[in-house]
Structures are given as structure tokens and as C-alpha cells.
């Protein structure tokens, strides 16, 4: 990869009477809870029909919306639910992972108004959780920047 390619990442804190939703994936021998998202692809039209459908209504929601789409198809492939018409944007950050890859990660945010129907896709996710913010900043299974967003998370929410 060039040094001056980005790859860009889609995730969202999804959050339902005062807990969000966390994923549990293995990263090597390490297990850790992580938001749900994902790389952003190409967009095609296998894509778009997903988008479609995750609408609700059969069009297309924020059309051209490449990083809305990208997290509404990942939170479809991963826990097979639908995320709400209006998704806010949280925050966004720089790292460079463990391959070595420059990535920018933007997260959305999304407040749900009933309890989701979960099916996890055993080949990326282990399980879910959902946890509240103490939970969150007591865990030692998830990553620093998780929390230390949360913790301004009251402040814009």
C-alpha cells in the first residue's frame, strides 16, 4: 500500500436505554469488544440493493452517502438488524493498525428506540454486549480510544 493510501473505517456507537452495543471479536490471542462497522468497500450495486432494503420504505437512504452506507451494510452483514433513517456523526480518529495501515475511522451514533433482534455472524463476531458507560471504562477488553470518547460523550449528547 502507498504511503500516502488511507483505508477508512465506518463504525457506530449504538445505544439503547442507556447501554451500547459492543461486539466481541478475537485479535489473535486477545479478545476484545469493539463497535460495530467496518471497512468501507467499493460501492456496487449488490451494495446498494442492501442499502435499499435497510431503508425500511425500499429507497435509498442517504444515497450517496458512502460512509452511511458502508455502516449500514456492516451493521446488516455482522448482527442483521437495520439502523434508524437519522444517523448522527460522533467523532472521528487516525491510527496506523497493526498491518501497518494508515486508517481513518468515523463513527456515527445512533439512539434506538426498541430493543434490536441480534443474529451474530459467528465468522467475524463471537457475540455482543451491551454495556453502559462504567462498564465500558472498567473493562479492560476494550481499547483506550473507545473510552476516552465515551467520556465526551455526555457532553454532546
Not at 447501554?19 to 467499493?42: H, N, S, W
Not at 442483521?80 to 501497518?100: A, E, G, H, M, W
Request: net charge negative.
Amino acid at each position: 500500500m502507498a504511503a500516502d493510501m488511507f483505508v477508512c473505517k465506518s463504525r457506530i456507537l449504538i445505544e439503547y436505554l442507556g447501554k451500547f452495543l459492543l461486539l466481541e471479536r478475537q485479535f489473535g490471542d486477545k479478545t476484545m469488544f469493539i463497535l460495530p462497522g467496518g471497512k468501507v468497500e467499493p460501492f456496487d450495486e449488490t451494495q446498494s440493493e442492501v442499502v435499499r432494503k435497510l431503508s425500511g420504505n425500499g429507497e435509498e437512504c442517504n444515497g450517496d452517502d458512502v460512509l452511511l452506507n458502508a455502516i449500514r451494510r456492516e451493521v446488516y452483514e455482522e448482527l442483521k438488524i437495520n439502523l434508524p433513517p437519522i444517523i448522527d456523526y460522533f467523532c472521528s480518529s487516525f491510527f496506523v493498525n497493526t498491518q501497518k495501515e494508515q486508517v481513518i475511522d468515523v463513527v456515527f451514533y445512533a439512539k434506538l428506540t426498541e430493543r434490536p433482534e441480534i443474529i451474530v455472524d459467528g465468522a467475524e463476531v463471537k457475540s455482543f454486549a451491551w454495556m453502559d458507560q462504567k462498564e465500558i471504562l472498567d473493562s479492560k477488553q476494550v481499547h483506550d480510544w473507545l473510552k476516552k470518547n465515551l467520556k465526551i460523550f455526555d457532553k454532546i449528547y
